[in-house]
Nanobody
Framework: EVQLVESGGGLVQAGGSLRLSCTFS????????IGWFRQAPGKEREGVSFISSRVGDTYYADSVKGRFTISSDKAKNTVYLQMNSLKPEDTAVYYCAAPIRYIQKWGGNLRGNGMDYWGKGTLVTVSS
């Protein structure tokens, strides 16, 4: 059984930092793209950042570029999202998903489709 488990969310003040982790089991996703999505209350889910396990290519939504960094540790089957300079508009439930089969970047937005597996999410709340 494939599982993705997120951790690291919490409450932080604006300007602060958090590091999210997505640990997966049941598959190594060695040849796949894994990524982070988020959904704020009353808003649609949006792509945040993706990483290619095989070649290490990274993708970011414009809204987080320069503030967030995605990375992976293959030995630990874990993908991280380092979030710095957090803003209240970053408040959302953050989900990890894989494999991301289709990637689109347009108008500053990042979209991913084709995922088979999702984690249950971790809540990030940024206070002003």
């Amino acid at each position: 059984e494939v599982q993705l488990v997120e951790s690291g969310g919490g409450l932080v003040q604006a300007g602060g930092s958090l590091r999210l982790s997505c640990t997966f089991s049941g598959s190594t996703f060695d040849d796949d793209v894994i990524g982070w999505f988020r959904q704020a209350p009353g808003k649609e889910r949006e792509g945040v950042s993706f990483i290619s396990s095989r070649v290490g290519d990274t993708y970011y939504a414009d809204s987080v570029k320069g503030r967030f960094t995605i990375s992976s540790d293959k030995a630990k089957n874990t993908v991280y999202l380092q979030m710095n300079s957090l803003k209240p508009e970053d408040t959302a439930v953050y989900y990890c998903a894989a494999p991301i089969r289709y990637i689109q970047k347009w108008g500053g937005n990042l979209r991913g489709n084709g995922m088979d597996y999702w984690g249950k999410g971790t809540l990030v709340t940024v206070s002003s």
